[in-house]
């Protein structure tokens, strides 16, 4: 760098700095609250946020690689709070990522003579926001058509079975769990259709060919080869004539998950050792299951990249099922490669440079643009080229076992309604559902917590979560097309009373569907605000009469006090303000392991008396930390943050792993901190806090419970807590993704059992319902 541009950059650095500072210091801020204060300071709020909108829109300008017209990249104002409106500027600094890349490629290749590299051609007439809108919903075309209403187990997609060890009457059954015990909760889970080819995946042999190492064989050339484009039968029939006479082939797929409830197979790539496919999994949907031929012959090897997804989907809608799979991400863990990702090996193993550009693109777009398709094509096309040579590696370090074995784990996952999710350990760790909340009874307290939600708009929350998800089933649109998150936070924080006018002019974008159903939605909230005040003020009377009743009686049943505190507990949404606990999650820290007893306490005029009733099962404070925890959506989050540690490659994570032997032990990683603090660390006063005290000053809640004593044992402890310092991401919103949302799958062990119990009796009573019919 001269010292010219070196100049440049101090004059201009302390100013950038200056501007995050103060960005990030009004992100802080309630800026609507004081836009609605005083409407000299909103007009002056508005006026300078166009003014950095277009400052914002100069410098996207400047940046883009793009060179047609001057308004191709523009970051609008109008819903700047949807996620597809962020999209501009991400590609813009993609596409900067990507020029850097290739520059430094270049100097690389000048100084050292290294390796040429290929790239994916970039495609500069990118696809624009008005070609999305106008792609018909696929859907409307299916010969069978959507069914999302769950009414039974997912039945898969098959009328018979290729290539059958087991024949296809003994696994086309329903299948009624017996109940199992863990850690004392019985749990019976929901009935099922088994994954039909479970058994040939565990008993099928690998053909012989994977246990030999043998010189690579290097791929078709890149530029001057097409891929083979199948929307018929009769080419499908031809692909299936050539993949039949492969001993490997390569599989991919695309899939859209925006609009549509459950997601939707866009497209599968095929890549033999002479050609690539590209099969139009729209229109071919129910035409697909021929290829079972092939995915399920054993003497094939089927190689992917990180097919967790793949299996499911590939199941789910296209009956497809694969023996014989080498997932190349877990050769990737086995050989320890510093990321796990495609984009790793194809630069790696192939020297092709490619982008991820298109990863997200909308892939129901018909036809597909050029630059699409070569995307396409390249994630299968050098993929055979890699396996040879991550066969050989593993093989050298007698780690191929291990491969088959997890990628045999990955073949067997089944796809599942949420309504049928299985809750034992088990069988969950083999199941992915399209909503993997880490509490299955409450899905929306992740929600709850991400947003910092008060706890009082939990029953707001609930409701505008259920309609959502119903609006979205009927509509056969994602939930967050519906409704995405940040619109139902906004509305979850309207105050009585609330109307249509309200529900329009929420601070966030309002969607279609929000829109049309503004009327609807307001009374919702509206009632729904009404109602669980009420229940609030008739739980805060019940206590308080009671306590004071026993009070002065002298006279307590402890038990009673204790069952009362219980079934506040566990019945009140009102009860946890959401104050100083909820959003110092420093104070949630949990006390040291000791001893399990159970006390329980005495309310007399001369205040609060202890009693130790010995070893029972479980105490008033561990319910309290289960109820927080709930309440708080922590586990969700515990989970959660132990997907996203495995890397910052979009990539299966070290969750989605546990199905193989020995990744399921290795937790918690290291990222995974647990604050361990000292029983005295929590406030009593803290821990319960009716929201209505300060309103009436005689309804104290401080002499509710007092609690001296430690508890329970903690052992599950590091699954509940993370790192509060961890905290403040969460808050943020994150971007949707479908790998994290659905590798919760596989990982059941922090399940609560609090609500196992519930789930096992809706079985329980369905089965016997079933019964008697
Ligand atoms: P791939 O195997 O990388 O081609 O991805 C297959 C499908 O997974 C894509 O069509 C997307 O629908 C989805 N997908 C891939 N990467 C991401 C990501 N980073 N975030 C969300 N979805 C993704
Ligand atoms: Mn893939
Ligand atoms: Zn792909």
Known sequence: MSTEEQDIFKDVLPKLMGTIRAATALGAQDVNFYKSVDSNISQQIDKRGMNLLTITNDLLRTASSQSSPVDSVRFGQENISSESSWNPVSNVIDSIFEKIDFNFDQLNKKQTGGEQKQYLEDGNNSISNEQIQRIEKPQLKFKVPVDNSEQEPFRPKITNKVNALQPWESVNKLTNPAPIYEESVEIVDPPYYAHPYEFEID????????????????????????????????????????????????????????????????????????????????????????????????????????????????????????????????????????????????????????????????????????????????????????????????????????V?????????????????????????????CPVMAANPSEPWGSIMYQYNVPSFKRAVVEQLYKWRDLVAREADESVRYIMPNQLLVSLATLESPVDVGKVLNVPSYVSEHVRRNARELAELIDRTLKESEQND?????????????????????????????????????????????????????????????????????????????????????????????????????????????????????????????????????????????????????????????????KRNSNQLVQYNEPSVDYANADKILIDPKKSDKRNKKRSFDPYSRDSAGPKPAKRKKVITGGKTSTYKLKQSRLKNK
Not at 419 to 426: A, F
Not at 573 to 589: K, M, N, T, V
Not at 632 to 650: F, M, P, Q, T, V
Request: aromatic share 10%; proline share 4%.
């Open 203 to 402: 008993s099928q042999p690998y053909p012989d060919s994977i246990l030999k190492k043998a010189e690579p064989i290097p791929p078709q050339d890149w530029s001057s080869t097409t891929a083979i484009w199948v929307d018929t039968v009769d080419g499908l029939n031809e692909m299936i004539e050539e993949l039949s006479k492969s001993s490997e082939i390569a599989v991919d797929l695309e899939h859209h998950d925006y609009r549509s409830y459950y997601g939707i197979v866009c497209l599968m790539q095929i890549s033999n050792r002479d050609k690539d496919w590209i099969i139009d999994t729209l229109v071919l949907r129910d035409d697909l299951t021929s290829l079972n031929k092939v995915f399920t012959d054993p003497n094939i090897v089927k190689v992917l990249h990180g097919a967790f997804m793949d299996i499911i989907w590939l199941q789910r809608d296209l009956g497809l099922y694969i023996v014989s799979l080498f997932d190349t991400y877990h050769a990737s863990r086995q050989l320890g490669f510093s990321k796990f990702s495609l984009q790793y090996l194809l630069d790696t193993f192939a020297h092709f440079r490619t982008s991820k550009k298109y990863q997200l693109a909308d892939w129901r777009i018909r036809p597909l643009p050029k630059p699409m398709l070569a995307y396409a094509r390249s994630d299968t096309h050098f993929l055979l080229y890699i396996f040879d040579q991550l066969r050989n590696k593993l093989i050298d370090s007698d780690k191929l076992a291990r």
């Open 404 to 432: 088959l074995f997890d990628s045999r784990q990955v073949a067997k996952r089944r796809f599942e309604y949420t309504k049928y999710r299985p809750l034992s350990t088990n069988l969950g760790s083999k199941v992915s």
């Open 537 to 697: 003020w008739a739980l805060v009377d019940k206590w308080n009469n009671s306590s004071k009743a026993q009070v002065e009686e002298q006279n307590v049943d402890v038990r009673d006090v204790n069952g009362l505190l219980e079934t506040l507990l566990s019945n009140s949404s009102a009860l946890f303000d959401g104050g100083p606990l909820l959003s110092d999650r420093s104070s949630l820290a949990i006390p040291e392991v000791r001893e399990t007893r159970n006390y329980t306490y005495e309310f007399t005029s001369q205040g609060i008396k202890k009693h130790d009733f010995g070893k029972e099962s479980i105490t008033l404070k561990h319910k309290l930390w289960q109820k927080l925890c709930e309440v708080d959506g922590i586990r969700s989050i515990a989970e959660e943050e132990l997907e996203s540690e495995s890397g910052e490659e979009h990539e299966p994570s070290e969750a989605t792993e546990s199905t193989g032997a020995s990744s399921s032990n290795e937790r918690p990683k290291s990222g995974q901190k647990v604050l361990f603090s000292k029983d005295e660390d929590i406030n009593p006063d803290e821990l319960i806090a009716l929201r209505k005290t300060n309103k009436n000053s």
